[in-house]
């Protein structure tokens, strides 16, 4: 199995800022690399996928980045509603895996 | 508008089976995998299979194998997924996704609102 790696597991930013976190994959995974967002008490939602294709409907504010095993979800400027948990995952091969997340709280 | 919509909350003594069931509407049901992610109390979350809604293969994780079924009922654009010989460890809400498999993009666009399976003696 591919195990993949989040960094860190807690962020703690303010409204405005620049976020950065690192998805690292145990072997090389090409592109095949998703972002998802999660809420308290609801399912994840698609950010983006391809390793930098933004979802339709994602505010253009997330960018992803990265090929082989070295991966980054960038939030160009944190707004009230993007206070959530973020999850890597991808689909090189089977099983499917996932990050452990990475939750970004209020500083 | 999409949308995937799983059957209610159950509560389950070890050893015993759930069925739970994911309805889907507004998109033509056979031209999507259906993908079923686990997430424990807690935790992170875990791949346990999907199925073809169109020729019914399967492919499940290695570590479910055995115990778990995936299935449709193309009639009313409806996927399960039955897991027996339930134990604690298995209490976690229950995920059925939408794959767009034919784009080469295997990852889940649109997702139910989840099913907490709680297995408790």
């Known amino acids: 199995d591919i195990q993949m790696t989040q960094s860190p597991p807690i962020l703690s930013a303010s409204v405005g800022d620049r976020v950065t976190i690192t998805c690292r994959a145990g072997?090389?995974?090409?592109?095949?690399l998703a972002w998802y967002q999660q809420k308290p008490g609801k399912a994840p939602n698609l950010l983006i996928y391809g390793a930098s294709t933004l979802e339709s409907g994602v505010p253009s504010r997330f960018s992803g980045s990265g090929s082989g095993t070295e991966f980054t979800l960038t939030i160009s400027s944190l707004q009230p509603d993007d206070f959530a948990t973020y999850y890597c995952q991808h689909y090189n091969s089977y099983p499917w895996t996932f990050g452990q997340g990475t939750k970004v709280e209020i500083k | 508008q999409v949308q995937l919509v799983q059957s209610g909350a159950e509560v389950k003594k070890p050893g015993a089976s759930v069925k739970v069931s994911c309805k889907a509407s507004g998109y033509t049901f056979n031209t999507y995998y259906i993908t079923w992610v686990r997430q424990a109390p807690g935790q992170g979350l875990e791949w346990m299979g999907w199925?073809?809604?169109?020729?019914?293969?399967?492919n499940y994780a290695q570590n479910l194998q055995g115990r778990v079924t995936m299935t449709t009922d193309t009639s009313t654009s409806t996927a399960y997924m039955e897991l027996r010989s339930l134990k604690s460890d298995d209490t976690a809400v229950y995920y059925c996704?939408?794959?767009?498999?034919?784009?080469?993009?295997?990852?889940?666009?649109?997702w139910g609102q989840g099913t907490l399976v709680t297995v408790s003696s």
């Open positions: 996704g939408r794959v767009p498999f034919w784009t080469g993009y295997y990852v889940l666009d649109y």
């Open positions: 072997q090389s995974i090409s592109s095949s």
């Open positions: 199925i073809s809604t169109n020729s019914g293969d399967t």
